[in-house]
């Protein structure tokens, strides 16, 4: 589309705002002028980031404590936003988080976000695509939906920091060489305003960077191919 839209003065809702590409999202759409409320389970990281969106010309940020994982959590940042602001423009689903493991160490998988796709293709950023894709048709023209599917972007999961099987959050410094050893890391404020800039123009996807599409095109043509990749790539863990 060759429209984009204003967000200055909009209200936006972003979880996992504390860290990660979630503060980078809050900090761009600071700049562009729009209310925010911000969500994420760290209550002191996330005022520091409410307060730097302030310095940064966003009119109003407010902070939602909260874990997306909890169904009154996420009703409880919903209705915050209507209580203060009166409406939601933008709601950016970017809470996550990444867990590595084969599938014989989870008796449950448990999906909680979509925009945190990793290199690796998660079984759970496949079904949020398509759970997505799928909210996308029942709503219909009502309600614009751009799914954000980022390669290694700066953040803690980039540095390591993921989910253990027995639910403990771990910083692994092997998984951090691996995973950088893997990709190129592009940087949270880069890949904040690829997202930003499609969402506004109204795309239905955005990958950033670009070449990761690649991906797609391995899966399609050569699946084979991207199946020896994968198992090598684990295979070097020592998983």
């Given at each position: 589309s060759i429209y984009s839209e204003?967000?200055?003065?909009?209200?936006?809702?972003?979880?996992?705002?504390?860290?990660?590409?979630?503060e980078q999202l809050a900090?761009?759409?600071?700049?562009?002028?729009?209310?925010?409320?911000l969500a994420a389970r760290r209550e002191q990281s996330l005022r520091d980031v409410a307060y730097m969106c302030l310095e940064l010309g966003s009119p109003d940020s407010i902070?939602?404590?909260?874990?997306?994982?909890?169904?009154?959590?996420c009703k409880r940042i919903?209705?915050?936003?209507?209580?203060?602001?009166?409406?939601?423009?933008?709601?950016?689903?970017?809470?996550?988080?990444?867990s590595i493991s084969m599938l014989e160490d989870?008796?449950?998988?448990?999906?909680?976000s979509i925009h945190h796709g990793r290199f690796f293709l998660l079984a759970s950023k496949a079904?949020?695509?398509?759970?997505?894709?799928?909210i996308r048709v029942e709503l219909g023209l009502d309600i614009q939906i751009t799914i954000a599917?980022?390669?290694?972007?700066?953040?803690?999961?980039?540095?390591?920091?993921?989910?253990?099987p027995e639910g403990l959050m771990n910083v692994d410094v092997n998984l951090r060489d691996v995973q950088v050893s893997a990709s190129p890391i592009v940087t949270g404020q880069r890949c904040a305003k690829a997202i930003i800039n499609s969402a506004c123009r109204g795309d239905r996807y955005v990958t950033e960077p670009t070449w990761y599409r690649v991906l797609s095109w391995w899966k399609a043509f050569t699946p084979e191919l991207l199946d020896w990749f994968f198992s090598a790539f684990?295979?070097?863990?020592d998983w």
């Amino acid at each position: 589309s060759i429209y984009s839209e204003d967000v200055a003065g909009k209200v936006v809702i972003i979880t996992g705002a504390s860290s990660g590409i979630g503060e980078q999202l809050a900090y761009e759409y600071a700049r562009r002028g729009a209310c925010l409320l911000l969500a994420a389970r760290r209550e002191q990281s996330l005022r520091d980031v409410a307060y730097m969106c302030l310095e940064l010309g966003s009119p109003d940020s407010i902070t939602v404590t909260a874990d997306v994982s909890i169904v009154d959590d996420c009703k409880r940042i919903v209705d915050s936003a209507i209580s203060h602001f009166g409406r939601v423009d933008h709601l950016v689903n970017n809470a996550g988080i990444t867990s590595i493991s084969m599938l014989e160490d989870y008796e449950d998988i448990i999906i909680t976000s979509i925009h945190h796709g990793r290199f690796f293709l998660l079984a759970s950023k496949a079904a949020m695509i398509a759970f997505y894709e799928t909210i996308r048709v029942e709503l219909g023209l009502d309600i614009q939906i751009t799914i954000a599917t980022p390669g290694f972007v700066e953040s803690e999961m980039t540095k390591g920091k993921h989910l253990a099987p027995e639910g403990l959050m771990n910083v692994d410094v092997n998984l951090r060489d691996v995973q950088v050893s893997a990709s190129p890391i592009v940087t949270g404020q880069r890949c904040a305003k690829a997202i930003i800039n499609s969402a506004c123009r109204g795309d239905r996807y955005v990958t950033e960077p670009t070449w990761y599409r690649v991906l797609s095109w391995w899966k399609a043509f050569t699946p084979e191919l991207l199946d020896w990749f994968f198992s090598a790539f684990y295979s070097y863990q020592d998983w």
